[in-house]
Nanobody, 125 residues
Framework: QAQLVESGGGLVQAGGSLRLSCAASGRTFGRYVAWFRQVEDKEREFVAAINWSGGHTYYGDSVKGRFTISRDKTKNTVYLQMNSLKSEDTAVYYC???????????????????WGQGTQVTVSS
């Protein structure tokens, strides 16, 4: 399976923007690629997902209208553009992918077999 490497995290003021990247090396992503986020010991929260071949996108309710997931097949990279950031967006953001996951499971973290190392996003109020 592909090795996933996230980048682009950092510190930003509330209302600002960040763009996260998830690059796959070794192999292509698979069927779906998703972003999850986690705060301390809480369960990982679904943020967004994209169908790698068709480009269909899906979002968690808390980020709809503010975040945009996209892909660049030529660079084997998925992006998460985050606008209008809020303090509650502070978390470690993880990229996840799976070649056999079905649509109804894309919101479930344990359905993904392949994960990146995570990147910290901190939004100051």
């Amino acid at each position: 399976q592909a090795q996933l490497v996230e980048s682009g995290g950092g510190l930003v003021q509330a209302g600002g923007s960040l763009r996260l990247s998830c690059a796959a090396s070794g192999r292509t992503f698979g069927r779906y690629v998703a972003w999850f986020r986690q705060v301390e010991d809480k369960e990982r929260e679904f943020v967004a997902a994209i169908n790698w071949s068709g480009g269909h996108t899906y979002y968690g309710d808390s980020v709809k209208g503010r975040f945009t997931i996209s892909r660049d097949k030529t660079k084997n990279t998925v992006y998460l553009q985050m606008n209008s950031l809020k303090s509650e967006d502070t978390a470690v953001y993880y990229c996840a992918a799976d070649s056999s996951i079905i649509l109804s499971s894309i919101y479930i973290s344990r359905a993904y077999a392949n994960w990146g190392q995570g990147t910290q996003v901190t939004v100051s109020s």
